[in-house]
Structure formats: structure tokens, C-alpha cells
């Protein structure tokens, strides 16, 4: 399995030098990257001025190059050395200027000397350049010294580019498995997310049974899932039974669950019990410490049953939103440990049911080769987990009430949930609600 | 503002000489004292022998002079000295007894010994003196000597005093405050409480509008409020939203919270949010804890949201109902921040609302200079509850719910609602329970 | 008292070396034991074969008598001296065998080597031989030694035996009591169990009044609770309030609370409210730790209210389910303190009621002798209990609540509600549920 251990990682690697945003042509790349890999994936487009709520899709932004050069002609900033240097959705510039004139349009940070900070602005025309504070600050010591300073970009009319698969189930019940694909070269923030979403939606494409529909998207963040929720909120709003944000998932340091805004959603209680049940060093984040596009599937109003987990969080790690969020902050085996974890929850989702039991008090396993039938003074713990998930077969509590009542993991109940069926010892409750 | 800084001491300080009880002339003259500051009040006298529950108004009492003299004419114990030193409702009595015989009269407190303690025998006619444990075993090492003992007072058929003020507002939905004005010369218990409230009503009177109606009761504690809530239980149960009782805020100990018998009424939330945000050494007390007029307006079947809080709490401090318990025991400052606490609770009730998002999906502050539109790493924690008060405003939180959810102030956030009602992104919903 | 101090252990005594299984002649002496005690009780017969819910009634076993005789004929294993050397149900063998061929039907405990093992085997037909570690490790030494096998036992279509004793009560409203009659000699588990039933029993039927009818029976363990819950669940569901499992109270170590699978029923507030008040070293269980019949009474559709305690809990201390668990491990203090706690269970579901203060506002309790009428600092504990007491009879709670909310014993109480029920200050509601 080593060739798909790589895998994920040489996707991240590959689209790593693209220079993304929330449109334009570098966004449509990345799309049509995933389209490759899942072919039934619709790419579609809205035009610039449409309207989402309260926002407006802003003008396409295209740049084919950027530079500070000194006198010498020496390009000193480079956008082709680094996509960053360029302050997202800067408007084009081409003029000679002393490093005074220059200085209000340089961003750096002062704590991260060697780091070029990722920065935007997205909805008032602005330019700028990005640049470790270690540059600027020798930049600094000839306050008089001239450059050429050139955007060669454009802002006008266009697309938001957005990527939409349909994964059909055996009922129009929905998962929605939602990432963003807006930011330029950096790894863990953001295209750990999107990479394992396509990986875990080849996946489940390839499952012999789904009970759920998914709705996988590939969205600029904010103003791109806004836009997808104003197109299809009233058919999300009816089937949209659990859902997760994918982002921040390509490194191996600690867990962070992160709940929706409900708190104990249907995807909070999978993802929660995976992620009890394996992976190592959680930490149990709260609402008010999310950040990508469960803002807008949680707001007032949607409020769809959306959570997510990271690995290094958004925000929280010093290498975010920098130039040091590049391919060596994450790794292959972080990222196909975080696919791991989806995958289990997926697994769990699907297998997630209310059981009742069909007798009346406790039936006789003995005689079904379920229990011992001869009685000792030691009971191993398997064979307690078998009593107590019966006990809590009650026709309410699903199979993650229960596994978490009971305090097993629910992989552990699967076997022994299939032979009761099997001997007509317990039943699925209809509504899996 | 040195002037208003001295006031309450000043009021607290004209009023301590008079001899209280709940009922009589000393009752009276405080009611009218209150009665110069707030002239809209009226005044009211229910006859002795009204029913009221399973209660009935005591006969009146009034007293206007009591002593101990020795032999040679001394008053050893003088009631012009301290009114503490007859026990409240005594009948009269004139007598020479020798200390033998006068014993069985006798109330001090062995371990204060200096300290006169406060008795009362409303309901059983009794007669008795009140003096300090020093005195009391300095005069009996001589069990033989005599005493002229009198009391002149009169316990006959009058009437039960107190004082109620109305202060209109725009519904008639309304905030009972309510005082005791029925201990005689003691400072914290009592003379804080109605002194805060008078000026407290001041303030209400003259603030630019009012939601809510203000029923401000001064009343003699328990009899008091029995009697006023067998006349006023209909109204008051239909109308009150919250409640507070106003006693032993005069110094500047600790602060205690003591909820309402439900807990979690509007007054309990409300009172406790400024508190946790504005109180210094809070303690949390249960409703067994109580004490004051609260014990009937949370009485069962009666149930209204009533609680408090005090400084140094009545039962609690050892300086409570005794001679102790002086102007030396409280201060401008005490009183003072008691009014302030007060003051931002009505505040808070006043501008205490259920919002509701009016748009779907996170507002575009942006646009509207609510929120930077250049993207950086860090957000401000301010800014961060702008997005926090957004997406608890479900048009089921009110602004108190939402502050401690989101772990503000709600005072912090009444500027930003003011902002994004002006931009139509919030509204008021109806109800406001 | 002596006498009655000694007659609980004296009976277990009498029992205790009676060979019980869940069917036979020993199961029905034990029953007849008890029948003298309690004539009323009612023993019921159910033929072999008699279905029950996933369970069916299996043959009655009897046994005279079984052992190991060496070449010498000694008897180095035998029935006679300890019932436990046999495999409960052990089919009938008559046999030489070498050492070698026996062991695979011999049964001890490495860790406990001086204890003989209880083992059952009800379902499966076998043979088999229970003994101390110590002397099959002796055996062991010889493995071609040759030794004769008996087991005089027959195993045929006959009948589970079981008791029922119903006391009736004013409401057909139930308690049910049950207890296990099914093992043989051991003492804690669970002679004591039936014993210290019969002797509630006993005291409930002497009692001169009872609010509920009680509903008493002796079983065989888990085939019995589910033969008579067939018969009888319908009648059953409807009326019972509260039920209790008699088993492991004989000795006198920690006191273990096992809770019903509901957790807050009334059985559960009632047991829990007086383990708080009377056992020492109370440890609180989950129903994951049961282990007797509340696994069928509480088990998904049955959903009895029952629950019970424990002194050394079976499962739990090392002489469960072996000879150690012998006279000696229990005693006469340990079975009487066991049924002092059950009578003051019954004695407080017989005292609770729903109160409701039947005057708005406190009720004036000075006039009726219920509070002093001299007001001075201190307050007695006692005194404000019964503030607190009338300040919960909000018609919503019932003692046991109100008790705990309010932090005192609920037999400190029931004096002081006699006597505002005789000064009709707070009345009963109607409905105990």
C-alpha cells in the first residue's frame, strides 16, 4: 500500500504552486485537478454581481505576474518565487517609488522575521506585497532608495468557480463533506482538506452499499459557501443529516474536534465517537473556536448539522496563514491518518441505527453460540458490552448512543449487531432520526 | 459628583436615630422621610385586625421612653441611649424589681459581649430589655439590688404603614424593588436597603424612557409584604418580569448573590450577569439562604422571580442585629457601588431583548465598517464577539443568554446591536420572555 | 431483642445446607421453609417445557448423591461434605476413569486454591466435578491413577418451582419484592437475600396500615424472573411503583447502590434517599455492575422500576460464587442491618407524598407552637429545615425530593408534616406519581 500511502501527498505537492483565489483561473485549475479524480464531479460557474444573501460575487482576479526590483533590475520580491508575495485580489500597479512611498503597502510580521504572511482583500481594491520582516526590515535602512514595483494582474467581470459531486444512496438522506480550494501555496491550511475530500470521495464512490446520499463540494471559503447555500439551502435544509467541513488535516501533531453550533448533532456524535475511540491527544474545541465554512452552515437560520475536526488548527498554529505552511509542515501519513478517520465516520454513519430488541427480556444467547453456557464467576468485558448493548436496545438510543452509554467502541459491536439480526433477536427501528 | 458621593450616608445617617417597628409613629416619620425624595409615593395604612393570608395585622405599637434605674436614680439602661434596649412590641411595664426578679427580662449575648443585641415578640405580648453581656454580669454580682424599671409604651389597635411608588413605563409589564423600613437604629440591616432604593427610583424617574413599569414598595419585612401581597398578588403575578429586595448594602465586604426560589428566573439572570461582571468577591448563595421578603414573593403559589443580593449578608456577619451593626459598619463607597450594581441591572433589563439575524448566512460587516476588510492572521477578541453574538442571535437567546454564552459583558455588546439594528441586520423579536 | 437478633441467621443456617438448583426437591424444601414463615405465600409449579418469552423451562434435576473414590475407596471428593463439588445439572456418570480422562470434567480456581468453585451448567448437558485447586494439583501428580466417578442424578420432564405472596394494601398500587432460591450452600450469595425477605415480609404484613400492595415472590434466579414475568408482566406493568432484588446482604462491609437500568425511579430516589441517610461507606454503582433478576425486570419493553443494594456485591469479593462464601462470611448484624434499611425504604415509600402549602405566603407557624415568637440571631437547623421543607411544597415535588433538595434526612421530617397536615397548613396531592 505504499503507492496510495504517497498518494495524497503528491497531490498536495502537485497542486501546491498553484496560485488559488476565491476566483479566478488558478482555482479553476485546482478544479479540474479534482474533476481528474473524480469524473462525475459538475464544475460550475456564477457570474460576478450575483447576489447571496448579503454578499455579491465579487469580480474574477487573475495576476500573471509581480515584482519589486531594485535599481539594479534585480527582482527583490518575486511573485514566482512565492504566490504570497502578492496581497490577494491586489488591484495592478506598474511605477517607480521610493521605499518611503513604497512602505504603507508592505505587510510582514514582526514576530515571524522569516515568514511571508498570506493577506487579502477581497472586497475594497487595494495592492499590496507580502514579505518576510527580515526583508523589510534591510529594506528599511535606505528609506529613499527607488523601485519598480509591478502587478500584473486583472479585476473585472467573471466567475466563482465551484466544484459539486453527487454521490447517490439508497435514500436522498444527505451527508455534505465540504472543503475549500481559495488559498495559495500552503499545505496543511488548505489543501490537506481538499485532497482528502477527493480521496475519501473515490472511496465512498466505491462502496457496495450507501444508505446515505453525499454532497461533496469544492467551494472558495466564506463567500463560496454562501453562494452554494443561497442555490441550495431549501433541498440541504430537508436532507442534510449530517455534515462536515474539511480543512486542516495534513499533519500528524494533536486532535481538535470542533462542534457545530447545536453542539450534539447527529455529525458531532460520529465524529466524537471516532475520534474517541482513535485518535490520539484530543482536544474538545468549542463553537466559538471555528473558523472555515461551518460559520455559514451554522449561522441563525441554516443551521445545518455541521462540525469538523483538524489536526494543527487554523488560527492556532504559528506556521498559519505563512509561507511555513508548506509541504514539509504536514505529511503523508498525517493526511492518510486523517482519511482514516473520515472513513470510520462515514462507516459509523452508515451503520448507525436504532436497535430494538424483538423479545422480551434478555434473550438466550447460550443456545446460540453467543454466550458461554457454562456459568463461571469471571464475565470477560466482551461478553458484558454483549449484555449491556442489549440493555440499551430500547428502540431509542442509535448505535452511538449506545456504544458511548455502554462506554465500548462502536466498531467493537458490529459483529455481534449482525449475528443478532441474524437470529431475529433485535430490529431497525424505521426512522434513523 | 463629591456631593451625591455622601448623600445615601447622609440619608442612611438622618434617618438612624428613629425607633422603627412594623408599625407606629417611627415607621411613619421614615416613610415620610423617603416620601420628600420621592414625591409621587403614597402612602398607606391598613387597619390592626386585617387579614392578610394566614396572617393578621398586629396591633400598633409606639413607645417613648424605657429605662433601668438604679437606687440612687441613674438610668442604667436608657432607651434615649439606644432603641435596641427594649425589645421590639414590649408592653409597658413600671415596676421596682430587684435583679433576681428582673433576669427572666433580660437579652444580651454572651459571646458579643459588648454588643446590644436586636429582639423583637411581635406576636406574643411580652415585655423585655436588651443591654450588653458586660453590663448584664457586672449587675449580677448583686442579685439583691433593686431596680425601677419602665417602659412607656402603647400596643392598641392602629394601623400597618408603608409606601408604594408606580413609575410608569411603556408596558405594563413591570420590576418590583422592595425594601423593609422596620429596624430600629441599625445600619447595614436595614437603613442600606431602602436609602439605595429611594435614590435608585430617583434615577428610574428621570430615566429618558422605560420599558418596563417600576413598583417600588417600602413596606415593614414579612407582615409587610404578606399584607401587600394579599391586596396586590393578582396584579403583580401578571405583571412582574423580575424582582429584587433591597436590604444590607451598605458596606463593602463581599458581594452575595442569593437566587430566587426557582433560580433561573430573569431577575436571577440579570442580577447575576452584572454581578459576575461587575462584582469583586462574589459568593453564590442558595435560595436557602434567604431571608428578607423574598421567603413570600417566592413562597409557593405566589412564585414570583424575585431574589437579591447583599454586602454583608443578614444571619452572616457577627456585627447583624445588634448595636454593632452602626454607621461606623458602612460607608458612601458601599452604598454607593450598590447603586451602581443596581443600576446597570435595570439597564440591562431595560435593554434586554431577544435577537434574531435578519439575513441568512454571516452578515458582510466588511461593507458596512463593522469588520477590518484587509484579511490578517489574528482577530481582535472584540471582533471575534461580534461574530460569537451573531450566531447566537436565533431569535431565541435574549442578550443575557447570549453575553454568557459568548463570555462577554452583555454591556460590551450594546453598542455593536445599536449598529446592526441601524443596518436592518438584527431585529427585536416581539416577546421578550 | 436477642432473640430476633439471632432468628435471620438462624434461618440462613437451617438453609444453608440444602443442595438448591433452579429446579428440584431441594428448590422446594427451601420454598416450604419459607411458606411456614409466611402461610399466605402461594407455591406455584410450572411443567418443564413451558415456554417463556426466548426461554423455555428445562428439565427438573434431582440429585442423592456424587463422588471421586480413590482405588482405596475413599471418598477424596464427595457431595455429602460440600454441595459445590458438583457441576450444577450434572448429568448422571458411573464410571473408572484414569486421572487423565477425569480432568477434563474437573473445575477449580488457580488463584483461589483452597475454594471449590460454583458451577453451573443449565443449558448444555454435561458432567463435571468442582474442587479446591490444591487437591487437584495433588491428583495431578498421578495422572494414571485410576478413580471411580458417580454422579447419582437425574435429570427429567418435571417442574420449576417458585413463591408468591401477595399482601395487600388500600391501592392495588404494587411494590415488588423479589428474591433467588436457587443456589446451593453458599451463605451471602444468596441465602441471604430470601431471608432477610421473608422477614420484611413478615413486618409488612403487621403493619396497620399500607398504601401499597405488596408483591413478594421467591425464584430461581434469571429462568425464574422470566417464567414469571410470562405469566404475570401484563398485571405487573400497570402496577408496579417500586420493586427491589434481595441478594448479598449478610455481611457487614461497604454497602454497594445498584441502579435501576431508568436510574431515577421512584425504587431508585427511595433506596438511594435512605443509603444516604443510614449506610455507612455507601459506594453507587451503575447498571452496567447488576447482575440478578433486574437484569430481566429492567431489561428493553419489561422497564420495571426496580433496583436494589448490596453489602459485598456478587461479582465483586473473591468468595462470590465459591465454599468460601460460607456462614462465616456473613452475620446476624450484617443480615439484621440489612433489614433495617429495607424497612425504612418501605417506611418512606409508605410516608411519600406529593404536599402542597395550602395558604399563599408562609404560614404564620409561631401562633401553632411550630416556631418560636421571640425573633432573635441565630436560627436552629431544625427550624429553618421546615422553612425550607414549606418552601418546596409547590405540589410538584414529593418527600423524597423535597428531602434531598433540601439536604436532610426525610424522617427528620415526617413529625412536622403530621402536624401541618393537623393544622390543614399543606395538603396531600392526589396523585403519588
Not at 481594491?125 to 535602512?141: H, V
Not at 486532535?255 to 474538545?284: E, M, Q
Not at 463553537?287 to 489536526?311: A, W
Request: proline share 5%; hydrophobic share 35%.
Amino acid at each position: 500500500m505504499l503507492a496510495e500511502n504517497n498518494e495524497l501527498f503528491d497531490w498536495v505537492a502537485t497542486l501546491f504552486p498553484i496560485c488559488r483565489s476565491i476566483t479566478g483561473d488558478g482555482l479553476r485549475q485546482t478544479l479540474t485537478f479534482f474533476k481528474e479524480k473524480l469524473p462525475d464531479m459538475k464544475l460550475k460557474e456564477v457570474p460576478s454581481g450575483t447576489k447571496a444573501f448579503d454578499w455579491e460575487v465579487p469580480n474574477e482576479w487573475n495576476i500573471s505576474d509581480a515584482f519589486i526590483k531594485d535599481e539594479k533590475g534585480n527582482r527583490i520580491v518575486d511573485f514566482h518565487e512565492s504566490n504570497l508575495h502578492v496581497v490577494g485580489y491586489s488591484t495592478a500597479i506598474d511605477k517607480v517609488m521610493t521605499y518611503r512611498e513604497l512602505e504603507p503597502y508592505l505587510y510582514s510580521l514582526e514576530e515571524q522575521p522569516d515568514a511571508i504572511p498570506y493577506i487579502t482583500s477581497y472586497y475594497k481594491e487595494r495592492w499590496g506585497f507580502c514579505l518576510t520582516d527580515s526583508l523589510k526590515k534591510q529594506l528599511a535602512n535606505y528609506p529613499n532608495k527607488k523601485y519598480h514595483v509591478k502587478i500584473d494582474s486583472t479585476l473585472k467581470p467573471g466567475f466563482l468557480s465551484y466544484g459539486e459531486l453527487i454521490i447517490p444512496g439508497e435514500t436522498d438522506e444527505e451527508i455534505l463533506l465540504s472543503s475549500y480550494v481559495c488559498h495559495p501555496s500552503m499545505a496543511n491550511n488548505e489543501l490537506s482538506g481538499p485532497c482528502v475530500l477527493a480521496k475519501l470521495a473515490q472511496w465512498i464512490s466505491l462502496l457496495p452499499e450507501r444508505k446515505y446520499t453525499y454532497r461533496v463540494i469544492f467551494i472558495p471559503e466564506t463567500i463560496g459557501s454562501i453562494v452554494y447555500l443561497s442555490k441550495h439551502f431549501k433541498e440541504m435544509k430537508h436532507r442534510t443529516t449530517a455534515g462536515f467541513v474539511f480543512t486542516c488535516i495534513g499533519d500528524e501533531k494533536e486532535f481538535n474536534y470542533i462542534p457545530s453550533r447545536d453542539g450534539n448533532t447527529l455529525a458531532d456524535r460520529a465524529l466524537l465517537h471516532v475520534l474517541n475511540n482513535h485518535a490520539n491527544n484530543l482536544k474538545i474545541k468549542t463553537f466559538f473556536d471555528r473558523g472555515s465554512d461551518e460559520r455559514q452552515f451554522c449561522s441563525p437560520g441554516i443551521d445545518l448539522p455541521v462540525c469538523s475536526f483538524t489536526r494543527s488548527k487554523y488560527a492556532d498554529y504559528p506556521e498559519y496563514h505563512t509561507s511555513l505552511d508548506n509541504l514539509d509542515f504536514i505529511s503523508s501519513d498525517g493526511l492518510n491518518q486523517s482519511l482514516e478517520i473520515y472513513k470510520k465516520v462515514i462507516t459509523l454513519l452508515e451503520a448507525n441505527n436504532i436497535y430494538k430488541v424483538d423479545v422480551l427480556c434478555e434473550p438466550q444467547l447460550g443456545k446460540r453460540g453467543l454466550y458461554p453456557n457454562l456459568s463461571t464467576k469471571g464475565v470477560k468485558k466482551e461478553l458484558s458490552s454483549r449484555m449491556n448493548f442489549l440493555a440499551y436496545c430500547d428502540g431509542k438510543s442509535d448505535l452511538i448512543d449506545i456504544a458511548n452509554k455502554i462506554n465500548v467502541d462502536a466498531f467493537s459491536l458490529m459483529e455481534f449487531i449482525d449475528e443478532l439480526i441474524r437470529h431475529q433477536l433485535i430490529k431497525i427501528r424505521d426512522e434513523n432520526k
